[in-house]
């Protein structure tokens, strides 16, 4: 595929930290900004095509609502003229009218992640409303294919670059883990923490501490070991970005296995791995001791992901299967029928958005909202209580939902009893 691609590209992302934003407290779980999506998308993209429009959605929806959005792009759409549009997934910012209007006029692309544990109940409701499907996982790959669409696999290759000078890097972590804190997690944590004398640094989610983005890529490369673990909410393993954030940076990694890591990474070479506690804890004192190979495989490691798993070699092999595809439209019998499960998903996610909006005081907003999620599902019934809610002052709110919150308490309570 030639560089410099003269097609045009519209790429719907989050882009913005909105967490100093009203409404960022009643609505972060969809609001949150989870990597640097202009890093990781935009600017590998921009050096592949001549034309690129970013489109920040969860920006655009605080300011001007659900509704206007998605009236924003699409007119964006008609008059930009995109090739091709990107949608790295989120949610349901989009409805089934836009996206089918996108397909009009363009070559939709809709980017999914975590398939692992959102396949069966998020991702396989989006079919067939793209044209094209990128997931991350390996093992979803024939899910797709059993529903007859165009899906490209790519490995999560995140991470910004770096040309470390070997020699003058300076260790003083003898181990770091950067990340969300889940039960599995705290307990290899614990079980390192009792058996090892080390210094042990962390940082994340539930950790007590948080880093900007240039503070953790500072510790990946002062890290003697980086850890990763791989095990998703549902229990099954997930290749993770951070893998290749901390080769990137030329950290040493040691992660906990994941499927097809052999294919990709020659183990004990380039990168090194554990799938039990014993094992944690016998490749931690090994590594510890053996600077010098270890300093190798982070070398190797690091070499590997430069000339092969950067997001540029990403996003270019992205497109390289995309531009040689001669492919035609799918239009299936029921693609002007959205099944009840993913009408129930809209319609749950507007509900969720609404009750954010007008708590956050941007009732207006909230309406559309709520018209949005009747218009998906009219028997959802917390449509009828958010509708309560609109006429009533701002200033009431809080009372209200600590006497909700209480009414909850106490049946939950009852419940147990009962």
Known sequence: MEINNPKKVLILTPLNDLSIKKIYKYASSCLKLTCPFDLY????????????LPYDFQKRIVEIGIKKMNEEVLEIVKNYKSDYVIYLSGYYEFTIETLKKIREKSTLIGWFFDDEFRFENYTK???PYFDFYVTH????IEKYKKLNV??????????IPSYPEWDKIEKIYDVSF???????REKYINFLKNNLKIDLFLAGHGWGKYLSFIEMNEVFRKSKINLCFTKTFNNKKQWKGRIFEVMLQGGFMLTEYVPHLEKYFEIGKEIDCFDNEKELIDKVKYYLKNEKERLEIAKRGWKKCIENYTPYHRMYNVFKEIEK???QKFWPQNYNKPRLELRKNYSEYYTYMAKAFILSGYKKFGL????????NLPLNFKIYLYYVLLPIPHSFYSYL?????????ILKIFKIKK
């Open 41 to 52: 998308f935009v600017d590998p993209l921009k050096k592949i095509f001549k034309d690129v």
């Open 125 to 127: 409701y989006w079919i």
């Open 137 to 140: 996982s390996i093992e979803a």
């Open 150 to 159: 165009k899906v490209i696999h790519t490995l999560p290759c995140d991470g």
């Open 178 to 184: 950067i990340g969300f804190k889940t039960e599995d």
């Open 325 to 327: 595809e001669q492919h």
């Open 368 to 375: 559309e909202a709520l018209i949005l999620a009747h218009k």
């Open 401 to 409: 939902f600590n006497v909700y919150k209480k009414l909850k308490k």
